[in-house]
């Protein structure tokens, strides 16, 4: 077998090196060894995504005796570790720091899948996908002739699940919501024109509507300081459904704010390249799309014959 190791490009690394710069509570997700069947999953930053979204993937494996291994995309692994293995994930796995790993299974012609969080709401879902996420994933392109030809009680039903109890903003009226994003976001980064960061979105917006009310809201991460130039603008930290719901018009970029907007029936303007721009003339069939692709990990919803169909992982044993 061969003895190539994934490294980053500056192909000195080792585990200690990579690991030298991740913090420590990171560091020990990734030591774990496998001691049964195992599917490796290569993220940036377990102590995030595990216990929202992956610790509940690793207890439905457990169920077949398949551990969930997690690595960092630019450890040293050898060969033989992917060959032993169930299969690879990477989740968010379009950053330049997943480019050295792909770039190694590609040349092994080793498949790898990817998995992200998914809609409705995004903290109780995720999917899997063999060509990517956001608009390099297969429903980019995916016809969805393949949905039920009543797509109307699945829209209805998640709907009513989703603004279910919550009450409209009505701190401003005839508003347009505005939804910001983090800037470095890859979804941003990637597939839209706003790279240099949030604050150059908010002056492109207010420049569009200089006499609407505005209601902009941070992305509940970003803790930057931005400045608003129109009188009409105002800041919200208020839930984006409640926003949506008294909205006229929702204006983002790409945010997952927007394809909630459309679950609600509020106009979207769109200004970065999304699964909604891919499909601008059956937004409503996406979302039904996304609904019945995704699985909801409170739920534990998982079924190996949907997972096997969506990824490239080896679950025909447990079919």
């Not at 009680?153 to 903003?169: A, D, G, Q």
Request: charged share 20%; hydrophobic share 40%; glycine share 4%.
């Amino acid at each position: 077998m061969s003895g190539k190791m994934v490294q980053s490009d500056a192909s000195s690394s080792d585990d200690s090196t990579v690991l030298a710069g991740v913090s420590a509570c990171n560091s020990a997700f990734y030591q774990t060894q496998p001691d049964q069947a195992y599917v490796v999953l290569f993220t940036l930053n377990p102590v995030e995504q595990v216990p929202i979204w992956l610790a509940a993937l690793a207890d439905w494996f457990g169920r077949y005796s398949i551990s969930l291994v997690y690595r960092h995309p630019l450890q040293s692994l050898p060969l033989e570790f992917f060959q032993r293995s169930l299969g690879t994930l990477l989740w968010s796995g379009s950053v330049p720091e997943f480019e050295p790993l792909k770039r190694f299974l590609q040349a092994n012609a080793l498949k790898f899948s990817f998995v992200e969080c998914g809609f409705f709401p995004q903290t109780q879902h995720v999917y899997f996908d063999r060509q990517g996420i956001n608009v390099d994933s297969s429903l980019a392109m995916d016809p969805l002739n393949w949905l039920p030809k009543d797509i109307g009680p699945i829209l209805r039903s998640k709907r009513h699940e989703f603004f279910r109890n919550v009450p409209t903003y009505s701190e401003q009226q005839d508003y347009i919501f505005v939804p910001l994003q983090l800037a470095q976001d890859s979804n941003v980064q990637l597939n839209s024109r706003f790279v240099n960061g949030m604050q150059e979105f908010i002056h492109y917006v207010e420049s569009l509507y200089p006499h609407d009310t505005l209601v902009f809201k941070r992305h509940p991460r970003d803790s930057s300081r931005y400045q608003l130039r129109s009188r009409g603008s105002h800041w919200s930290a208020d839930c984006s459904r409640a926003l949506i719901k008294g909205a006229k018009k929702v204006h983002g970029i790409n945010s997952t704010v927007l394809f909630e907007a459309e679950l609600y029936g509020t106009q979207t303007i769109i200004e970065g390249d999304c699964l909604l721009t891919r499909h601008a003339d059956k937004k409503s069939e996406l979302l039904s799309a996304l609904m019945l692709w995704q699985f909801d990990v409170q739920q534990q919803d998982f079924c190996v014959r949907k997972i096997a169909q969506r990824s490239y992982l080896a679950l025909e044993p447990y079919l």
